[in-house]
């Protein structure tokens, strides 16, 4: 028997299928981002891309699914071990990264099945990935603590509280948290009035939410990006709770108002017994700042801007030109106005960014000149942005997860 019935149908397909971009784009999205030679994290991404491509072998064609641990299923977890020079320092770095990359299989597996209908191929790679990594850094961590004793650990925890309540005293931080509530409250309220009154959810409603966190995390990335990566973390684990609370009914009088509410706003790309947009929007814009391996030294360099330019703005923008506007249509459904409008905004935030956000008409010509003088850092935003929207054409996965 065959997963392929357990993922995420497309269009008016009642099974799911495996397109090209879950192969070949998805589970390399990882491996591109953490590049870097042959550093311990980038060899286990691309580790983690070889299981998942040996998983589609093994689980998601039509002639059926193997079961047990074939001799392939370790291939993966072998290379790793063999092609990180770190892990010939220390046993622990790599039995952890073997057992990691062997866990691929057995993890996407039991996601796809447990929440089935739920995920394309393609999203499973990408969330087990980055579950896996996440974890995989988490661990590595805990490496190099003296002692594993529960005082100890406790203690540990307390003295980072203590920290973060005296970074979050200072004025600067105080504002930043006194608006992400107000945003936080606010999109809530436009949640319930749109329920409640039985208004009808259009791509320009959604892009409220888009408002929203470009509202928090440019101010965030600027001022105080350590701020910005611990609440975006617990936002997101406070996100994934409720969500998982909602998913198992346990507490019908709270779940059953959650469901009511959050189905209100899904799209076509919703599916199975799981409601993930507002997940996904949130992960999008924090990916760059938590896959990040550099200090946050002020000002941030432009890509850890990379999640809110190409969620935040480039894919709402492109979404309200071409539901206005476009005319010229892809096979994907897209528009080529929504194209060309997405890459103008992006390339105006980029700007204004570059420039303390700052947009005058001056700065705006000097960056057209800057182009037109084949300057190399200009091009690469210019190519960025062509790249994005090449991107959001041509994949048939949700948007806020794969564009950053």
Same mark, same amino acid.
């Given at each position: ?26 589970? &390399?999205?990882?491996?591109?981002? $953490? +590049? ?42 072998? $290379? ?107 999109? &809530? ?7 409640? $009154? ?106 850890? +801007? ?7 703005? +480039? ?71 062509? &790249?994005?929207? &090449? ?14």
């Amino acid at each position: 028997m065959t997963n392929l019935n357990h993922l995420r149908p497309r269009g008016k397909t009642k099974t799911g299928e495996i397109s090209l971009s879950d192969l070949l784009f998805c589970p &390399v999205l990882f491996p591109i981002a $953490l +590049y870097a030679g042959t550093s311990t994290p980038s060899v286990l991404s691309s580790s983690l891309t070889l299981s998942s491509w040996i998983v589609y072998l093994l689980d998601y064609r039509s002639t059926g699914s193997q079961t047990g641990f074939p001799f392939s299923s370790f291939l993966p977890a072998w $290379l790793c071990i063999a092609t990180s020079s770190d892990l010939t320092t220390s046993r622990f770095r790599l039995y952890l990264s073997f057992w990691t990359v062997l866990l691929y299989r057995p993890l996407f597996n039991k996601i796809i099945l447990k929440f089935s209908k739920s995920f394309t191929f393609g999203e499973g790679s990408i969330i087990v990935q980055g579950i896996l990594l996440a974890l995989h850094s988490s661990l590595l961590r805990l490496e190099g603590m003296d002692s594993y004793r529960t005082f100890h650990m406790a203690r540990k925890v307390a003295d980072w509280l203590k920290w973060f309540q005296d970074h979050c005293s200072n004025p600067t931080s105080m504002s930043l948290l006194t608006s992400w509530v107000a945003l936080s409250v606010l999109s &809530v309220l436009v949640v319930i009035l749109y329920k409640v $009154l039985n208004w009808r959810v259009t791509t320009a409603t959604r892009k409220i939410f888009h408002l929203s966190v470009i509202l928090v995390y440019l101010p965030g990335l600027k001022y105080d990006p350590v701020l910005l990566y611990y609440c975006s973390i617990g936002a997101t684990l406070v996100f994934i709770l409720l969500e998982l609370l909602r998913w198992s009914e346990k507490l019908p009088f709270l779940t059953n108002g959650l469901s009511a509410y959050l189905k209100h706003f899904t799209d076509e790309k919703e599916g199975g017994s799981l409601i993930l947009t507002n997940i996904y929007l949130l992960v999008g814009v924090s990916l760059p700042l938590w896959l990040w391996p550099g200090s946050w030294s002020s000002p941030v360099p432009l890509s850890l +801007y990379t999640g809110i330019l190409s969620v935040g703005i +480039y894919d709402a923008a492109a979404s309200l030109v071409g539901s206005r506007f476009g005319r010229l249509r892809f096979s994907s459904g897209k528009s080529l106005e929504g194209m060309i409008g997405g890459c103008l905004a992006a390339l105006i935030a980029i700007i204004a960014i570059q420039n303390d956000y700052q947009l005058t008409e001056d700065i705006i010509t000097q960056f057209g000149e800057e182009i037109l003088a084949l300057n190399p850092r200009h091009l690469t935003f210019v190519a960025a942005c062509l &790249v994005t929207s &090449v991107a959001e054409v041509m994949v048939d996965q949700v948007d806020n997860l794969i564009l950053p």
